[in-house]
């Protein structure tokens, strides 16, 4: 989900940056790369974090139980109830920003291509993503398993090409096969 989620992001942090007047290219660069930074370090303490629960965590919930489960159960273990009120509200203000944030990306790039306009693109995703969150988390990831892993070799793909579109005078060339390779390894890669 990260990659995905820094594609995402780097749309809306560029586009936050064009917003408040940045338009040189080289400030655009700059800026992006300082939050990519600062994204990358938050979420390298955030892993570490988890590896360190998931090994303590053994006994005090199945295994099976979605990663929800297990968090909320070494949290409330740990620091009892104060701590899972403070995990609801920290979870509470993380999904609140991704979902303004993929909200308002998504809502902006299908008001270039459909007829509709940026507000009631908001309010519709708004309203589908209010019926999607009632399916619950373990049926919600069952239902994306599929659909992830046949996203992500693209995904990967694009990330690790556009280090090297210079390479080539026609990069178009070059990522197209590549990301139509990859998304069929995707699909075909599903178990």
């Known amino acids: 989900m990260d990659t995905l989620g820094a594609m995402v992001f780097g749309i809306v942090i560029v586009n936050a940056a064009r917003s408040r007047g940045v338009s040189e290219a080289r400030l655009l660069t700059r800026y992006t790369v300082w939050a990519g930074l600062m994204a990358g370090v ?3 303490l955030l892993y570490l974090a988890l590896f360190r629960l998931g090994s303590d965590s053994a006994t005090l919930v199945d295994q099976s139980a979605n990663g929800a489960a297990i ?3 070494y949290v409330q273990h740990t620091f009892g ?3 899972s009120f403070l995990l609801a509200a920290l979870i509470f203000i993380a999904c609140l920003v991704t979902a303004v944030g993929l909200t308002c990306a998504c809502a902006e790039f299908f008001a ?3 007829p509709f306009s940026y507000r009631t693109l ?3 995703l708004g309203l589908f993503s209010m019926a999607v969150s ?3 988390l373990s049926h919600l990831i069952q239902v994306s398993i599929p659909v992830l892993t046949a996203i992500y070799p693209p995904c990967i793909a694009l990330v690790v090409l556009s280090f090297t579109r210079s390479w080539w005078h026609n990069s178009s060339r070059v990522i197209a096969p590549a990301m139509f390779i ?3 390894f995707g699909i075909i890669g599903r178990d």
């Open 42 to 44: 938050g979420l390298t």
């Open 71 to 73: 968090l909320h159960a």
């Open 81 to 83: 109830g104060a701590g």
């Open 112 to 114: 270039q291509y459909l």
């Open 122 to 124: 908001v309010f519709v």
């Open 134 to 136: 009632n399916l619950g």
């Open 182 to 184: 990859s998304l069929m």
